[in-house]
């Protein structure tokens, strides 16, 4: 369920859409094979989560991008370009989620060979409607660190070692 930047707390997940050259081909690759995913608008590229509140930056973010899996103030982000959502029913505990960003915080990320494995691993779910699971290594995309969190809170986003895809995500956070 989407929600209001007044409504957020820790455990809130916070989808953001694309911009960019990378950002335009690869969507446009993903749409080709992924009828949910040109169906949404805007199209969303990269996700993270509310991690803590921060007494200077404010809200805080856990995220992977290129530089790995970090945490980044909320208030560095345009707000025309995220949406906020509810996935946990009650508020999470802040010690759990410490737990987590002890493990997490600092691993790299997946880049390359990541977006080959979800390109392939979507084109044999959306074609041969048959899933191949999923790579774990100690490298992340944003959709993985994203999965893993919610895992680690018990509310899982998506099937076990599925591999999903930000549509999938979004059938999810959106209650379909």
Known sequence: MQISYKQIQVGTQVVFSG???LFKVLSTALGWVDKDYRRLSPRPWH????SRWHPTLGWMICEATGKGVQENPLAIYDPRYYGL???FEKP???DSISI??????????DGFWGYIWI??????NKIFHKNIGVWKDDRLLCW????EFDEF???PICKFNQTSTISDIMKALNGR
């Open 19 to 21: 911009d960019g050259l």
């Open 47 to 50: 996700v993270g989560f509310v």
């Open 85 to 87: 959502y509810k996935w």
């Open 92 to 94: 999470l505990n802040q």
């Open 100 to 109: 987590f960003l002890q493990q997490y915080l600092g691993l790299p990320y």
């Open 119 to 124: 390109t392939i691993a979507t084109l044999f």
């Open 144 to 147: 993985e660190l994203f999965e």
């Open 153 to 155: 809170m018990e509310k």
